[in-house]
């Protein structure tokens, strides 16, 4: 079965400062999709990025973006310019593209430092 | 709001009780999920219905029963629970399609007593 790891339970960054949050996974798929969620505060859970396994280009969305190794099976968020808003438990989650199989990691508390 | 609803959103029940949790999406999606999520571990999918079928089913317990009864609606039956069962418990939806997202709900936090 594949497992998502995140070996980071805390991190903290300076507001403006870059933060690079780490997942790896364990597959013996060659495809599948790879997400990273957040979760603020007695807030819902939201999308904040998407990577394909079939692409080697990695994911940006503005100031989020991803480094994929897939030969490493490791999935890292990049947060640049870190804001206030960004702080919140950040999943990693991995789906299989044979089944609906979802597995998340146990998340990484980010906190941001005014 | 994202377009998922939970209800309630706090919930205390003793062991002996029976309760229902609900699930609304407004989003067209055709697939939803129920989701356990307890603290420091990573979440659990539980269920998992496309298209009004369950189509996954992660070895959860029998204390706990799902109900689909259109592609809008998701319930978690909740019967005879015990206190390890306390948990956050999360409904999401997506469009069917191994990366589509799925859209989460804000949870109902589960007290078993």
């Known amino acids: 079965a594949q497992t998502v790891t995140q070996s980071q339970p805390e991190m903290s960054v300076q507001e403006a400062e870059t933060v690079t949050l780490s997942c790896t996974y364990d597959?013996?798929?060659?495809?599948?999709?790879l997400f990273w969620y957040k979760q603020p505060p007695s807030r819902q859970m939201i999308l904040v990025i998407r990577?394909?396994?079939?692409?080697?280009q990695n994911a940006t969305e503005n100031r989020f973006s991803v480094n994929f190794q897939k030969a490493a099976k490791s999935f890292s968020l990049k947060i640049s310019d870190s804001q206030l808003g960004d702080a919140a438990m950040y999943f990693c989650?991995?789906?299989?593209?044979?089944?609906?199989?979802?597995?998340f990691g146990a998340g990484t508390r980010l906190t941001v430092k005014p | 709001e994202t377009g998922v609803t939970q209800t309630p959103r706090h919930l205390v029940m003793g062991m002996t009780n029976k309760k229902s949790l609900k699930c609304e999406q407004h989003l067209g999606h055709n697939a939803m999920y129920w989701y356990k999520q307890s603290a420091k571990k990573p979440l659990e999918l539980m269920f998992v219905?496309?298209?009004?079928?369950?189509?996954e089913n992660n070895s959860v317990p029998s204390r706990f029963s799902p109900e689909c009864p259109n592609s809008s609606h998701l319930f978690l039956h909740l019967h005879t629970l015990q206190p390890e069962d306390s948990a956050l418990y999360l409904c999401?939806?997506?469009?069917?399609?191994?990366?589509?997202?799925?859209?989460f709900g804000p949870g109902t936090r589960l007290t078993v007593l």
């Open positions: 989650a991995y789906r299989s593209d044979y089944n609906n199989d979802m597995r």
């Open positions: 990577q394909e396994a079939y692409k080697q």
């Open positions: 219905y496309s298209l009004e079928e369950r189509v």
């Open positions: 999401a939806s997506s469009q069917r399609g191994g990366g589509d997202e799925q859209f």
């Open positions: 597959t013996s798929e060659s495809d599948y999709y």
